[in-house]
């Protein structure tokens, strides 16, 4: 019976959401292994053995909000809070640019200290020193005006992980003001402005069950993102969800299995958050489907100091090592690096 459900995801690419719960509860072995070697098969039917590169820099580590979570929610006080410049920015650039990445990811917590106009200038400065990259922010919820501005200053995409399609667990994670429908029309409205989107959810959190989880899927299947970001929670020790456990391995790559499936196309990471819980995480994340990975080019202090989760990989790399160690890594798994943008497949600026 599982078997069918699986065999039907993969002539359907969807399911019917009590079908989504019966096949995340009832998988095993057998269909793990099946929906894996699919999911393998149509990523390199479209992007061959190629693996793209994002370039992370996480510019600030402040944040308005106070997700149960995150470690770098507002009320940790356990943390040093930095900024990057935008000197410090454009030398991450560089350094990244040097090895060839081409695209950055500008990340941080949603500070206030950046204002609209601080951030059209981090972008305008990026694509006038860099052309040739693709750039993507990863900046949170901001009004309409805002992601208007940041498009035509010259980003490209925009992440912004919907983090749960149910309302009341999406209110279990988020204290407010933040709620799912203003995340929601977010997505839309930086769709409809041009960006390349991307949505996803963490993999174990609190409060999580199969019947949020399918919720997720008909959600993604419904606003169809250039990017789905998925990885397992981890519990950051000065966060309320101390003492929750963490997602697991194989939860996340049978989700990263099923995403592939129904979205052929879809840029799919293997997040840093795949590689701290298995030291191979990333690996079998690409095995399972996944055509992404994002090294981080953040200055050394400011690494320490990004910590969403506990135990997170890549702390100590310096990028220039970070990007020979992931070569050797893909090539033992048969995979190389691309150096190319990396665009969704017909995507074009408005
Ligand atoms: N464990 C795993 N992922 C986390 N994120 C934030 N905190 C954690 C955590 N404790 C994820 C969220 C967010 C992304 C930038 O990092 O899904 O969207």
Redesign the pocket.
């Known amino acids: 019976e599982v078997m069918r459900l699986a065999n039907k995801l993969v002539d359907e690419g969807l399911l019917a959401h009590d079908e989504y719960i019966e096949l995340l509860a009832n998988r095993d072995d057998e269909v793990r292994e099946y929906l894996r070697s699919v999911a393998q098969e149509i990523a390199t039917t479209n992007y061959g053995h190629d693996i793209f590169l994002r370039g992370l820099i996480e510019y600030s580590n402040t944040c308005k909000n106070d997700?149960y979570?995150?470690?770098i929610r507002k009320s940790n006080d356990n943390i040093e809070r930095y900024r990057l410049t935008l000197e410090d920015i454009l030398q991450c650039c560089e350094i990244g640019y040097q090895i060839g990445l081409r695209t950055f990811v500008l990340?941080g917590g949603e500070d206030p200290y950046f204002t609209d106009d601080m951030i059209c200038e981090i972008i305008f400065a990026i694509k006038e020193e860099y052309p040739d990259c693709a750039l993507t922010l990863?900046i949170g919820e901001k009004e309409r005006e805002s992601y208007e501005r940041f498009y035509e200053a010259g980003a490209d995409r925009f992440l912004l992980?919907h983090?749960t399609a149910d309302g009341e667990h999406y209110r279990r994670l988020h204290p407010e003001p933040l709620s799912l429908e203003n995340r929601m029309r977010c997505l839309e409205v930086l769709r409809e402005i041009g960006f390349q989107i991307g949505a996803?959810?963490?993999v174990g959190s609190p409060g999580q069950t199969y019947d949020t989880m399918a919720s997720d899927f008909e959600y993604l299947k419904k606003l169809n993102p250039h990017m789905i970001?998925i990885?397992?929670?981890?519990?950051?020790k000065d966060?309320p969800?101390r003492d929750e456990p963490d997602g697991t391995l194989e939860l996340t790559l049978f989700c990263l299995s099923i995403l592939r499936i129904m979205f052929p196309k879809v840029l799919l990471p293997a997040t840093t958050?795949l590689g701290t819980i298995d030291k191979i995480g990333r690996e079998k994340g690409i095995l399972a489907g996944a055509n992404v990975i994002m090294p981080s080019l953040s200055p050394d202090n400011a690494r320490r100091q990004y910590l969403?989760?506990e135990g997170k990989v890549g702390v100590k790399d310096k990028a220039a090592e970070g990007r020979k160690i992931l070569d050797e890594k893909l090539a033992e798994i048969g995979y190389k690096t691309s150096t190319t943008r990396g665009d969704y497949k017909g995507w074009n600026r408005k």
């Open positions: 997700c979570y995150c470690g990340q990863s992980r983090e996803g959810f963490m970001g990885g397992p929670f981890i519990h950051h966060t969800f958050a969403l989760y």
